[in-house]
T-cell receptor, first 109, second 114 residues
Framework: GQSLEQPSEVTAVEGAIVQINCTYQ??????LSWYQQHDGGAPTFLSY????GLEETGRFSSFLSRSDSYGYLLLQELQMKDSASYFC??????????FGAGTTVTVRA | DTAVSQTPKYLVTQMGNDKSIKCEQN?????MYWYKQDSKKFLKIMFS???????INETVPNRFSPKSPDKAHLNLHINSLELGDSAVYFC?????????????FGDGTRLSIL
């Protein structure tokens, strides 16, 4: 089976940098994804790491270390609109995407 | 145009009833999914279809039955609704279910059982 661990909550001020860590245990590994979900909204895809290293998309970056079964999502220049839940997710041998419990990010003025 | 649309958005019903949720995607994707998100925001896969073929069938009570009439539609029928079924149900789609393929989610159906 799969298990993913990520912090439940993070609070930061506007303009700050936040790093959300995700550690995983899985029987097969085919990549780590990150999704954002605003309250009352749908999860939306942010990034994917299939290989080790850093992927950058605007203010958001995602990192993966397969040897450590670890990844993180880095949110830079935080804005109020970044207040949301962030989920890491791993894909196993099949089509299944298993999600972590989510990290609620609260951005304060 | 909405990429993944599901109806209804809200569903309030009594225990023991049978209800259906419909989902349609206009992205031309081959794979569709149903997820359940509980009150603690835990998002769990229930079913997945690839080109109308069931490929993921998680440990879900057999009161839940998905149906895919074509690859653009995936409906979810729930029999004998129970209090524990109260949750948000999300439909999603992806191009082919591959590793890096992003999943596109609908806006969710908020199911409340009285």
């Amino acid at each position: 089976g799969q298990s993913l661990e990520q912090p439940s909550e993070v609070t930061a001020v506007e303009g700050a940098i936040v790093q959300i860590n995700c550690t995983y245990q899985t029987s097969g590994f085919y990549g780590l994804s990150w999704y954002q979900q605003h309250d009352g909204g749908a999860p939306t895809f942010l990034s994917y790491n299939g290989l080790d290293g850093l992927e950058e998309t605007g203010r958001f970056s995602s990192f993966l270390s397969r040897s450590d079964s670890y990844g993180y999502l880095l949110l830079q220049e935080l804005q109020m609109k970044d207040s949301a839940s962030y989920f890491c997710a791993v894909r196993d041998l099949g089509y299944k995407l298993s999600f972590g419990a989510g990290t609620t990010v609260t951005v304060r003025a | 145009d909405t990429a993944v649309s599901q109806t209804p958005k809200y569903l309030v019903t009594q225990m023991g009833n049978d209800k259906s949720i419909k989902c349609e995607q206009n992205l031309g994707h081959d794979t569709m999914y149903w997820y359940k998100q509980d009150s603690k925001k835990f998002l769990k896969i229930m079913f997945s279809y690839n080109n109308k073929e069931l490929i993921i069938n998680e440990t879900v009570p057999n009161r839940f039955s998905p149906k895919s009439p074509d690859k653009a539609h995936l409906n979810l029928h729930i029999n004998s609704l129970e209090l524990g079924d109260s949750a948000v149900y999300f439909c999603a789609s992806s191009q082919d279910g591959g590793s890096g393929e992003p999943q596109h989610f609908g806006d969710g159906t908020r199911l409340s059982i009285l």
